[in-house]
């Protein structure tokens, strides 16, 4: 193969490498983002639900 198709087929493969590299920075910056909002609705979950049993608790102390 000559030198110049050699060359084009290295800058290609490179090329592609950077841009693999870029999208798999990108998927790891995405599943970070993920896994705060996951972690933050997962807290306010457990928030929620505590606040919804003290209140509870507390409509129950008035009917005794």
Known sequence: MPFGARFHQLNEFIICNRQLLTV??????????????????????????????????SDDWFLI
């Open 24 to 57: 798999k920075r990108e998927l790891v910056v995405a599943e970070n983002e993920l896994r705060t909002l996951q972690d933050t609705y997962n807290n306010k979950q457990d928030i929620w639900i505590k606040e919804k049993l003290d209140f509870q608790v």
